[in-house]
């Protein structure tokens, strides 16, 4: 593109503001009309709305008095011709009457010609049944003087005492509605006012009136009848036309009734289209007289000039790197020859120095403790990689193929995945960990970070660096492990010893006895922590657990049951049941000095009882649920006399097995001895894993 066409872009460049602004104001002024327009229709529409309340009450007020003179006077001879002088008078009403109960019509304006009854009227029915003003479906009745009146009918029923003793009915010219429904002079032009029952038929519109009553709004718009609230839409009309739509829809405005103003958008924008034309064409002349002068102004003044620097640059790219520029212009065209000249000279000599750097860098990298790899990204060839990365990948370094073309880059997968993201995308990766298998079998996690670098010469390369911080990643895993372990075994020791001092606390009645409850429990508690950590898997086995808790009472005991391991949370809970067990044995059972007793503690693995709660960790590999069904069995030969009432031991054991164990405790006492049952889930292994991974490690 020549300079003189640039300049006249920039000529045109520096008008589109302009038409950026005029654009922006246009789109604004539209906005703004448009708001208006959509408001003026809203407040139409609802002006039309309180025009036809004003008629619907008028016809309320007269259905009452017609209903109050009925209830006074009832049904008296030429009552019929009374009613047809005041529709006569009201041209409004095409017929009034009144009806008995059972929708019988007692008297009418109608005469003979109208119905004797309307029982089977919707608009009848729903007035006895709501006893409210109703407004029915649009009719069409006869004219006496030949063809069709479209009447809306409304009804008011008439309460006697508190019962329903008739309706009095009446109905509305639907033209006549039509031509009333806004205040004289007050209609805009082109607008359209419709009036719908709640089934959405049109029963009044202005203008057209005969075209519309008795057809259904459109479809589009047919939602709006049962809107939530009053507002106002964009629609386009049924003769393709844009339109502004304000409604009021059943149950905002006339009782029953939908109202809606029509605006045509096209009148209301006509005056804002115009000015936009206005503003365009002026915009338009201002910029072609600034084209003409732009291209007029660099013929003459700047082609001649830059085609001599041009054709300089052209033999200094060709390899001429002797070819200086040689005007003696001043002006700014001057100056650009004479820093294409200082250019030129200090071009040659940063080629010298990057030529020497590059060297040095190639050195550095080589010696780098961390593997690099260079690639070319047009061609994804690869180029370098330093004496760590072929120690570290142990795979070849630069490869091409038979015919001398570059093949893809030799690395490992997924290794070679941020290199390739970033030849092919230009995707930058930091600290990406990626697993690594070696030739030896040894597995590690290499740091894999990649960029798009631009070499010297314009040359686009990409980067990759690789850290081995295999050795790292395991002690931070094995760490982790350790201290989540640690953290969780105190938290639930805590809490035990915690739950353990306020039950005591509760039961003492003196420090004392609070110490010679309290102490025997901490010690047991301290030496199943002692067993927890000193098994290599977290565990401890029930067996075990059963006998080291019995030692102590130096008792005949009887251990039987299958191999049961119990994690951390379950062996805290298990050693405090079995020592009150024990407790209470030593003092009032089969473990009493001179009681000659023995204890038998056996368990089995079963299903769960019924109406056992589930466990709240499911079976591992989908396998049933299995329950621990621990028996403690005490057997003396002198008689064991029951406690009074339950004491502290026995609610420490059934709460420690409901809420702990997450099972059911049962107590049988009888003079023989004492016995125990207890059914709660098989314990879940959810300790012991992460603790024996941290050792395997």
Excluded at 505 to 517: H, M, P
């Amino acid at each position: 593109m020549r300079l003189s066409t640039r300049i006249a872009v920039l000529c045109a460049a520096a008008v589109m503001p302009s038409l950026a602004i005029q654009a922006w104001h246009e789109v604004a002024s539209r906005q703004g009309r448009l708001a208006e327009v959509r408001a003026e229709a809203q407040r139409f529409a609802l002006q039309s709305a309180s025009e036809l309340n004003r008629v619907l009450e008028g016809a309320r007020n007269l259905l009452a008095a017609l209903g109050e003179a009925h209830l006074r006077g009832g049904t008296y001879p030429g009552c019929g011709t009374g009613l047809a002088a005041l529709s006569a008078r009201l041209p409004r009403y095409a017929s009034i009457g009144v009806s008995d109960a059972e929708g019988r019509i007692l008297c009418s304006s109608a005469g003979a010609a109208g119905p004797s009854s309307i029982a089977t009227r919707p608009y009848f029915l729903r007035a006895r049944d709501s006893g409210a003003f109703e407004i029915g479906a649009v009719m069409e009745v006869p004219r006496p003087g030949g063809g069709v009146r479209r009447i809306l009918p409304l009804a008011l029923p008439i309460m006697s005492e508190g019962r329903f003793a008739g309706v009095a009915i009446t109905s509305i010219d639907t033209v006549w509605l039509s031509d009333n429904l806004v205040a004289a002079g007050a209609m805009p032009p082109d607008v359209a006012v419709t009036v719908a029952d709640a089934q959405g038929l049109i029963v009044a519109r202005m203008p057209q009136p005969q075209d519309f009553i008795g057809t259904a709004v459109p479809a589009p718009i047919r939602a709006l009848v049962q809107a939530a609230e009053p507002g106002a839409i964009e629609i386009m009309g049924e003769d393709g036309t844009p339109q502004i739509l304000g409604y009021v829809p059943v149950g905002a405005g006339a009782p029953g009734l939908y109202v809606s103003a029509g605006f045509p958008t096209g009148p209301a924008l006509r005056q804002v289209n115009q000015g936009t034309q206005r503003a365009v064409l002026m915009v338009l002349a201002g910029l072609l007289s600034a084209l003409a002068a732009a291209w007029l102004f660099g013929r003459i003044y700047l082609s001649r000039p830059v085609d001599q620097l041009l054709e300089t640059m052209r033999r200094w790219t060709a390899g001429d790197h002797a070819a200086r520029s040689h005007s003696d212009d001043r002006s700014e065209i001057g100056r650009l020859a004479a820093g294409f000249n200082a250019l030129a000279d200090a071009v040659a000599m940063r080629e010298q120095e990057l030529r020497e750097g590059e060297a040095r860098l190639r050195d550095v990298l080589g010696e780098m403790p961390v593997a690099v790899v260079l690639a070319e990204m047009s061609s994804g060839r690869e180029v370098f990689r330093n004496a760590r990365a072929r120690a570290l990948l142990e795979c070849p370094g630069l490869r091409e193929g038979t015919g001398g073309e570059p093949v893809p880059i030799p690395l490992p997968e997924p290794l070679a995945g941020p290199l390739r993201a970033a030849i092919q995308s230009g995707a930058t990766t930091e600290g990406l960990e990626l697993p690594l298998r070696r030739a030896d079998g040894r597995e590690t996690v290499l740091s894999v970070s990649a960029a798009p670098v631009r070499a010297a010469g314009g040359v686009k390369l990409a980067v990759a660096a690789f850290l081995d911080v295999g050795e790292r990643r395991h002690a931070e895993r094995q760490r982790e492990l350790l201290t989540a372990e640690l953290r969780h075994r105190v938290k639930n020791a805590l809490a035990v010893v915690q739950s353990m001092v306020a039950q005591t606390l509760t039961q003492s009645a003196s420090l004392d006895e609070f110490r010679r409850s309290f102490n025997p429990r901490l010690s047991l508690l301290a030496k199943a922590q002692d067993a927890l950590f000193a098994s290599e898997n977290g565990q401890v086995r029930l067996d075990a657990l059963v006998r080291d808790t019995l030692a102590p009472f130096g008792a005949a005991v009887l251990v039987r049951g299958p191999d049961l391991p119990l994690p951390a949370k379950q062996t805290l809970s298990l050693a405090m049941v079995l020592h009150e067990m024990a407790t209470n044995a030593a003092k009032h059972g089969a473990l009493r000095p001179d009681s000659g007793g023995e204890v038998a503690v056996t368990w089995t693995l079963a299903p769960a009882p019924p109406g056992a709660e589930r466990a709240q960790q499911p079976a591992p590999d989908g396998a049933s649920e299995m329950w621990v069904h621990l028996r403690w069995a005490e057997c003396a030969t002198r008689p064991i006399v029951s406690a009074s009432r339950r004491g502290f031991g026995a609610r420490l054991i059934e709460r420690c097995v409901r809420h702990d164990l997450r099972g059911q405790a049962e107590l049988q006492s009888d003079p023989a001895g004492i016995t125990w049952r207890l059914e709660f889930p098989q314990p879940q292994d959810a300790e012991g894993p992460q603790l024996q991974q941290a050792q395997r490690a």
